[in-house]
């Protein structure tokens, strides 16, 4: 069956880094894009970045835009979440999730099947 399994989470204090890592099975992953998201407590929902599946292309939040890197491993079956310079304000358990439909974007109705998550705490 189909499953994402997000790892690398953790403690961190701020500047440090992260590299969360998107382990998929089940499904082909040249077929889906994959999405990073993530939820802070009280908070909603917010999508930090995707990768699509058609041509590599991808999307970062203004909020993470410039430290973290979105990349994929087709033949390992994992993407990654480069993490760097980390705030508190990323603390949050981060999801990653796949479409199936062409192209990239951070609308979590779109995804269709979403990992269980991790947890990343910045703090000092």
């Known amino acids: 069956q189909v499953q994402l399994v997000e790892s690398g989470g953790g403690l961190v204090q701020p500047g440090g880094s992260l590299r969360l890592s998107c382990a998929t099975s089940?499904?082909?992953?040249?077929?889906?894009?994959i999405g990073w998201f993530r939820q802070a407590p009280g908070k909603e929902r917010e999508g930090v970045s995707c990768?699509?599946?058609?041509?590599?292309?991808?999307y970062y939040a203004d909020s993470v835009k410039g430290r973290f890197t979105i990349s994929r491993d087709n033949t390992k079956n994992t993407v990654f979440l480069q993490m760097n310079s980390l705030k508190p304000e990323d603390t949050a358990d981060y999801y990653c999730?796949?479409?199936?439909?062409?192209?990239?974007?951070?609308?979590?109705?779109?995804?269709?099947?979403w990992g269980q998550g991790t947890q990343v705490t910045v703090s000092s």
């Open positions: 089940g499904f082909s992953l040249d077929d889906y894009a």
């Open positions: 990768i699509s599946n058609s041509d590599g292309a991808t």
């Open positions: 999730a796949a479409d199936h439909t062409p192209g990239c974007t951070v609308a979590p109705l779109k995804y269709e099947y």
